[in-house]
């Protein structure tokens, strides 16, 4: 069968003929703008303290102001971390297949629902495809399936990446540390900050709960950039209002300097995506002190932060990364299809960005073997089930 035929494939040494590569595009160009559609959100869900998905809306926070010149240290020590992990799709394509049976379960066809979905991809990952052509200094690299007509995508980070990431110096993972307290202090279970935040003597004003990075809300979206349809998976840290916007949370440290604001310009870009492709409306900027104290709260408009950058120097324009996108993922789809029907098999694809040139893609011989864990079933980074349920 496919599987077997898939594994046999990986046998032999890479073809180094398959490799392509797809250079970045100029950025004075003025290329006509593809159309993003409006994403519009097909399904939630949570994940537990014990890291365990469900689909309630048990991990979804409200927004609520924070208190003035919250101290982002507090709650350092008590920092339940979720350990680094590779980027599988496994929550996301468990939703995804959730979200197909219902079709199937409403009198549709949810497996010709799915061949038309060109991307499934956690919402990271696009963002780092989206703003490559602004990117100078860190690279990545993906996995890509390509199955049914649907390109799968995970970061793929080694060994040492990973390790690197879990040995994070302390100052770093202080500064991380930071960027989920913001999140404690600006949110609450319900709709209003509960009192019990706000009374204690030991706590201070408006601490939301200690941090567990386990704990997360997530919105799964369908899309649409240039005419390929994608689904892409994200945490969403809170909502707000009677129609539950969703909002976006994100500490900066406070700017000072021409240069501190052409940095937070340049991370705008980054925060923009983020915000964008899921359709996140708003965005509260904490800008804090070096030292972790919140001295202002600025709210931002996603679809306004173009245009706050606009004709500054390290000036972006979205339009040049929605088009590399639409370009990029069509070379995918053509050169993976094209190698696909002489092997005819499936296979692992590993794309490689290097900042300031562009992407390599290349097959992998016996992809991710290393990679998968002992008790593990997977067709190459997808779970067996998935696979086997999508080629049924
Ligand atoms: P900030 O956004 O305030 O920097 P997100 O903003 O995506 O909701 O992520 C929440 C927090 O996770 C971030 O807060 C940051 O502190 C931490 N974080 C996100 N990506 C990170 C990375 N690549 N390395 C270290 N910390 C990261
Ligand atoms: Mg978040
Ligand atoms: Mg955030």
Redesign the pocket.
């Known amino acids: 069968d496919r599987r077997t035929r898939l594994r046999q494939e990986h046998s032999p040494a890479p073809d180094v003929t398959l490799e392509r590569r797809f250079a970045y595009p100029p950025k004075d160009r003025h290329p006509p703008p593809v159309p993003f559609q409006q994403p519009s959100t097909l399904l939630t869900f949570s994940y537990t303290p014990e890291r365990v998905l469900e689909y309630t809306d048990s991990a979804l926070r409200y927004y609520v102001e924070p208190p003035p010149r919250a101290d982002l240290k507090y709650g350092y020590d008590r920092w339940i971390k979720r350990p680094e992990e590779r980027g599988r799709l496994d929550g996301l394509l468990q939703a995804v297949a959730k979200y197909r049976s219902k079709i199937d379960g409403a009198g549709g066809d949810g497996a010709a629902w799915l061949r038309e979905i060109a991307v499934v991809s956690w919402r990271g990952v696009i963002t780092k495809i989206l703003t490559a052509p602004y990117e100078d200094h860190d690279g990545w690299a993906l996995n890509v399936m390509l199955v049914d007509g649907t390109l799968y995508f995970e970061e793929h980070l080694t060994e040492t990446k990973l390790q690197e990431k879990e040995d994070m110096t302390p100052h770093h993972r202080l500064q991380s540390y930071y960027g989920y307290s913001f ?1 404690s202090y600006c949110t609450s279970s319900t709709p209003q900050r509960k009192v019990e935040d706000n009374v204690s003597m030991t706590i201070p004003l408006g601490w939301g709960g200690d941090v567990d990075t386990n704990v ?1 809300w997530c919105a799964v979206v369908k899309t649409k950039l240039g005419n390929q349809r994608l689904v892409i998976g994200g ?3 809170c909502v707000r209002g009677g129609t539950k916007s969703l909002v ?2 994100k500490t900066s440290v406070i700017i000072r300097n021409p240069q501190d604001e052409t940095r937070f310009e340049k991370k705008l870009l980054k925060f923009y995506f983020q915000s964008f492709l899921l359709g996140v409306p708003e965005i509260i900027v904490g800008f804090r002190t070096l030292q972790g104290q919140v001295s202002t709260i600025q709210p931002f408009k996603t679809i306004e932060i173009p245009r706050l950058v606009r004709g500054k120097p390290n000036a972006w324009d979205p339009t040049i990364c929605l088009d590399w996108g639409d370009r990029f993922l069509a070379f995918l789809k053509r050169s993976i299809t094209a190698q696909t029907e002489s092997l005819e098999s499936e296979g692992v694809w590993r794309v490689v960005f290097s900042p300031g040139s562009g992407v390599t893609l290349s097959r992998l011989d016996a992809p991710g073997v290393e990679e998968v864990k002992a008790g593990e079933d997977r067709v190459g980074f997808l779970p067996s089930q998935y696979f086997q349920d999508i080629t049924a």
């Open positions: 999140e997360q945490e969403v840290d976006e949370l």
